[in-house]
């Protein structure tokens, strides 16, 4: 019957997805440890309290090292009992681990962890405290329970060894996974420099698991392009085998380099595992081209057009201070001009408003400024402000915000002049051009009028690309080569008065 079942037992080894191997002496000190490799059934024996086993195990990612063990003694088994004990490269002992063990011969099974190790070369100790000679006979196999997401490209422990954290892009890493026992601060921090591709509401997304039950939050904070911190969330971590997902956010973020740390202080807190992305929620309107902040260098925008822009102060700083924006652009027609402003930001806090205010061609002040509000939570405010009558010129339209935050404001603004952006309501059925828009080809019906006149063309800067005299009463083709796309004023001048008719170029 014995026969019969070592047959079996022989059988079933030989047929196991485990390799099968016996202990070699000597095998200690340590560094003469046997090389037990992963899912490898070990067969050893020890019978001496100073005549310790040792095996070497080579993690090759950072993770829990599992050990399965059977342990039978020779008769009953003393009161001091066979142990196994987790060391590192160095020699530094980690805790140890008093197994099942079967008396007469019995083999009992039983299953232990070391938890949140770093990748690399440790040995595990058998060994019996027992001060007289008594044998114990065991097997030993180890296996690695990886954690849920891989390790991040190290060194990334400092602003200067950041890793890039692309846009909308998922990267994972490791914090706190320990080479030697009851460690602290060791890659406690990791850094990821990224740069938002446009001024907005930042979302960082994560998920994350904790190797062992005394973790329970990682610290995230993002910091600005010179390392000062902006402000740090706390995002809970789930405990061993489970994930937690989590979405931290960040008002007021520029388009400039910006840094994330992931950390942990918690002296007990080991093995974090995570995966980062992040996202951009736009503001409403686009961004103006900086710097802008200055006349000498006023951003020249078409009348014709919409402008568009953000008042943030980048990643430089995170408070303080006042934002300007500064555009210059000029006003084809005698008349009055109004600016009607449209703002937003995606935070609840409208404080201070929107200030506008117009200059002349020489800088100076044309009237007072006035301070529109602001729409909270990306739902624009409209304002407005009217010159009754301003000669045609260049101009400067100059708006900031004085409040302490002006991040996370974008603003939309129209030039309207002359009844109805450029066109008398009383022309509009006397001229038409068509096709608009067009190619720089067009034809220009002027049925409806008589007389010579002056013809221009003027582009957005106040230039005139056409100037000609023309005989009014038909159709009149024109043709604007080497022009590019872009609004363009129609000005006819006949009989004493002015008509003016807006046209677009594209190509």
């Known amino acids: 019957m014995n026969k019969?079942?070592?047959?079996?037992?022989?059988?079933?080894?030989?047929?196991?997805?485990?390799?099968?191997?016996?202990?070699?002496?000597?095998?200690?000190?340590?560094?003469?440890?046997?090389?037990?490799?992963?899912?490898?059934?070990?067969?050893?024996?020890?019978?001496?309290?100073?005549?310790?086993?040792?095996?070497?195990?080579?993690m090759p990612q950072d993770g829990v090292l599992r050990i399965h063990t059977g342990v039978s003694g020779e008769g009953i088994n003393p009161s001091t009992a066979l142990q196994f004990q987790l060391f590192t490269a160095a020699n530094d002992p980690w805790y140890s681990y008093v197994p099942l063990a079967g008396e007469n011969g019995a083999m009992m099974d039983d299953v232990f962890e070391w938890c949140c190790l770093e990748a690399g070369t440790y040995y595990i100790q058998v060994y019996s405290g027992y001060a007289f000679s008594y044998c114990y006979n065991y097997t030993l196999s180890w296996e690695?329970?990886?954690?849920?997401?891989?390790?991040?490209?190290?060194?990334?422990?400092?602003?200067?060894?950041a890793e890039f954290l692309n846009y909308d892009e998922s990267t994972e890493g490791h914090l706190s996974?320990?080479?030697?026992?009851?460690?602290?601060?060791?890659?406690?921090?990791?850094?990821?420099?990224?740069?938002?591709?446009?001024?907005?509401?930042?979302?960082?997304?994560?998920?994350?698991q904790a190797e062992s039950t005394g973790s329970n939050n990682i610290s995230v904070n993002i910091h600005t392009i010179n390392g000062s911190a902006w402000y740090?969330?706390?995002?809970?971590?789930?405990?061993?085998?489970?994930?937690?997902?989590?979405?931290?956010i960040w008002e007021c973020i520029g388009n400039d380099t910006m840094y994330f740390s992931l950390n942990t202080t918690n002296y007990y807190d080991r093995g974090y595992a995570y995966r980062i992305r992040y996202d951009v929620i736009p503001m409403v309107f686009g961004n103006d081209s900086e710097p802008n902040n200055f006349f000498a260098e006023a951003q020249l925008v078409n009348a014709f057009e919409p402008i568009e822009g953000n008042q943030y102060l980048g990643a430089s700083y995170y408070w303080g201070g006042t934002q300007e924006d500064i555009f210059k652009f000029y006003k084809p027609v005698d008349g009055f001009l109004k600016v009607v402003i449209h703002t937003e930001t995606h935070t609840g806090d409208g404080t201070g408003g929107n200030t506008?205010?117009?200059?002349?061609?020489?800088?100076?002040?044309?009237?007072a400024p006035f301070t529109a509000p602001i729409g909270l939570y990306g739902v624009p405010a409209v304002d407005t402000m009217h010159f009754e009558t301003l000669n045609a010129d260049t101009f400067y339209l100059k708006t900031y915000s004085a409040y302490a935050y002006p991040a996370c404001r974008s603003y939309r603004i129209?030039?309207?002049?002359?009844?109805?952006?450029?066109?008398?309501?009383?022309?509009?059925?006397?001229?038409?051009?068509?096709?608009?828009?067009?190619?720089?080809?067009?034809?220009?019906?002027?049925?409806?009028?008589?007389?010579?006149?002056?013809?221009?063309?003027?582009?957005?800067?106040?230039?005139?690309?056409?100037?000609?005299?023309q005989t009014l009463g038909g159709?009149?083709?024109?043709?604007?080569?080497?022009?590019?796309?872009?609004?363009?004023?129609?000005?006819?001048?006949?009989?004493?008065?002015e008509i003016h008719q807006p046209f677009m170029v594209s190509r």
Request: some cysteine; glycine content about 6%.
């Open 144 to 161: 690695l329970v990886d954690a849920a997401f891989t390790n991040d490209n190290e060194p990334n422990s400092t602003f200067a060894t």
């Open 475 to 497: 159709t009149i083709p024109i043709r604007l080569s080497d022009v590019a796309s872009g609004y363009y004023l129609l000005k006819i001048v006949n009989d004493g008065r």
């Open 232 to 248: 740090a969330q706390s995002s809970p971590v789930a405990s061993f085998p489970s994930t937690n997902s989590d979405t931290l």
């Open 4 to 58: 019969l079942l070592l047959l079996f037992l022989t059988f079933v080894l030989s047929t196991s997805t485990y390799s099968q191997i016996n202990e070699t002496e000597p095998n200690e000190p340590l560094l003469s440890g046997n090389n037990l490799p992963e899912n490898t059934v070990l067969t050893g024996q020890t019978c001496m309290w100073n005549e310790p086993d040792f095996f070497q195990v080579v």
């Open 177 to 208: 996974f320990y080479p030697h026992p009851q460690g602290s601060g060791q890659d406690g921090t990791d850094f990821y420099a990224f740069v938002p591709p446009m001024n907005g509401t930042v979302r960082l997304f994560i998920d994350s």
């Open 414 to 469: 129209e030039l309207l002049f002359d009844e109805v952006n450029g066109v008398k309501e009383t022309s509009l059925s006397q001229l038409r051009i068509y096709p608009n828009p067009n190619n720089g080809d067009f034809q220009l019906d002027t049925r409806q009028l008589a007389g010579m006149a002056q013809l221009q063309v003027i582009d957005f800067t106040g230039r005139i690309i056409l100037n000609e005299q």
């Open 356 to 367: 506008v205010q117009l200059y002349d061609h020489t800088a100076n002040y044309v009237g």
